[in-house]
């Protein structure tokens, strides 16, 4: 049965729940980290947007691979396991800002190292590697809440990580022309200025 | 029809961090946008180039390092006197080094490209528009000076070619012309 103009006597109510679902408020998505497509993909996210965060695993990965394959193979393992332990262990405080003072010293001690081709040894090489990801690690994982949600953010930061190590230090470690070494060194001078300069952007913000 | 397509609810994505993309790309565009920059941090990568090895390499290695050391000066409030007579008589002192196929001991010319670049880093590593990202302005600033010794570099090797060194030489006379006339607008 019909109404006065044709219309079905429940259409009042259909326009209401219709007008009810379409002004109802969706998910406030308020970090850009937030890919969609869940807290792995996540991780991997913050970690490819995050300088502070790329840079030294770069610069370490650099300096790894001008030590040759045998640094290099174990920076691959211990960094990633160093930052994935270092994530789980962070979920349990509560959420911690890093320093731009920490973030300037990485990049300078790690850009400076590269640049001078220092001839570091294996054990220096791999305790950079621990305490550089025990302490990244830590901070990520002091802000992501919930357990098993980070759980799957760190997942992606440490396949991340993973990642990055392997394609810095490879390519490095074939090299062989004087020059491609070079510009290997160019390339940590330029992480080690880029941290002379956040040191002088956190004294001066600070 | 025109109340639910005024009032659909978009996702609320509150934290973009706009000036995030835009420190890096203001860090990028900075070097290139001063001519004076320009003309030092090609003419280091000419003299390098001109120098041969191992100065071609240790000049781009040494300036970034000292460039951000003045940088971080002119960020913690160190006065410096002098700077854009300083930036202006890089380009000439690098310009006609590179005329006169000026070659120094080694020390002697990274320290005179290390000197010129304290001057560099305090002018233009503290220009931070507000509300973008340090770090990321830093590095921007910090690749694009390394990109400007390349391309110097690049242009030095015209010296292997048939005339390529009286042509090298001809390009620092016109670094040394152009640093001429900013110390000229420096001191007017």
């Not at chain 1, 930052?83 to 850009?111: D, E, K, N, Q, R």
């Amino acid at each position: 049965m019909t109404g006065r103009c044709g219309r079905s006597p429940a259409f009042p109510g259909l326009v209401a729940a219709a007008l009810a679902t379409l002004t109802s408020p969706a998910t406030a998505r308020a970090h850009l980290n937030s890919t969609g497509m869940g807290p792995l993909y996540d991780g991997v996210l913050h970690f490819v947007l995050s300088p502070e965060d790329l840079l030294p695993v770069l610069g370490l990965a650099l300096l790894a691979g001008l030590r040759g394959g045998a640094q290099s193979r174990r920076v691959l393992f211990v960094l990633p396991v160093a930052w994935l332990l270092g994530g789980l262990a962070g979920t349990a405080a509560p959420a911690t800002g890093g320093s731009p003072f920490v973030s300037a010293a990485w990049f300078l001690l790690l850009g400076g190292l590269v640049a001078a081709d220092a001839r570091v040894p294996q054990g220096v090489t791999v305790g950079l590697a621990v305490v550089l990801g025990l302490s990244h690690g830590w901070l990520n994982g002091s802000g992501m809440g919930d357990f098993w949600p980070a759980v799957g953010a760190l997942a992606g930061l440490t396949a991340s990580v993973f990642i990055v190590v392997a394609l810095g230090s490879a390519p490095v470690v074939s090299l062989r022309a004087h020059w491609a070494r070079i510009a290997v060194r160019v390339a940590g001078s330029w992480v080690a200025a880029s941290g002379l300069l956040l040191l002088g952007w956190a004294a001066r913000l600070r | 029809m025109l109340g639910p397509a005024v009032l659909w609810a978009y996702p609320a994505l509150a934290h973009v961090q706009q000036g995030e993309a835009a420190g890096f790309v203001t860090g990028l565009l900075h070097p290139v946008s001063g001519l004076d920059h320009v003309l030092a941090m090609v003419a280091v990568g000419l003299w390098g180039a001109q120098l041969g090895s191992p100065a071609i390499w240790l000049l781009p290695v040494c300036f970034p390092i000292v460039m951000a050391f003045g940088g971080m000066l002119g960020l913690m409030g160190v006065h410096l006197p002098g700077i854009e007579i300083g930036i202006a008589a890089s380009g000439i002192l690098l310009g006609a080094a590179v005329m006169v196929e000026f070659r120094p001991p080694l020390a002697v010319a990274a320290a005179l490209v290390a000197f010129f670049a304290i001057f560099h880093g305090h002018a233009h590593g503290t220009e931070l528009p507000p509300g973008q990202s340090a770090l990321l302005y830093s590095m921007g600033f910090v690749l694009a000076t390394g990109c400007l010794h390349a391309a110097g570099i690049g242009i030095g090797e015209v010296r292997r070619g048939p005339g390529g060194r009286s042509l090298l030489r001809a390009a620092g006379a016109v670094v040394a012309v152009g640093g001429t006339i900013f110390l000229w607008r420096a001191l007017s």
